[in-house]
């Protein structure tokens, strides 16, 4: 949204699932990449879209915005998601935890819980979680919300 601000520079964040080479454009670029019918265009109104909708959601449903549920979403990152639709996880516990905003037993107490019930797969450090295991905590995050 810096784009439409009066500041002379801006700042983004972008999170690439394949090898990529980077560029940087203006503030006048962005702006005509907008205004021009590309997937540019399709591709951040998508991305603000879900933030916004992601972000009202957390305000109206998870005022406490939960340990349970931020994992649930740290799983679910587009980087860790692999080419098959499988998340590999294979982040140190420590920072996983900071991440989180958590200390680590509550970390290793709800991946323990997630274990137990199946909706993710520990093999030594590596987290693992199947397309099944993600539509699972899709679900459990629906009926949070019903």
């Known amino acids: 949204m810096d784009i439409y601000s009066d500041h002379q520079f ?18 006048r670029w962005c702006l005509l ?17 879900e933030m916004f909708y992601v972000t009202s959601r957390n305000a109206c449903r998870f005022p406490n915005y ?36 958590c200390s680590r037993r509550t970390l290793f107490r709800l991946l323990k819980e997630f274990r137990e019930r199946n909706v993710i797969t520990l093999k030594e450090s590596v987290i693992c979680l199947s397309k099944i295991q993600e539509k699972q905590l899709l679900e459990e995050i629906e009926d949070w919300m019903t």
């Not at 799983?75 to 900071?98: V, Y």
């Open 33 to 49: 990449l907008l205004k021009t019918k590309c997937l540019f265009q399709e591709y951040l109104i998508n991305q603000w879209a």
């Open 66 to 101: 939960s340990t349970k549920y931020k994992l649930i979403e740290y799983l679910r990152s587009p980087r860790f998601r692999q080419e098959d639709g499988t998340h590999i996880i294979r982040e140190n516990r420590d920072l996983m935890a900071i991440s989180l905003g």
């Open 10 to 27: 801006q700042c983004y964040t972008v999170t690439a699932l394949t090898d990529c080479s980077g560029y940087r454009l203006g503030k």
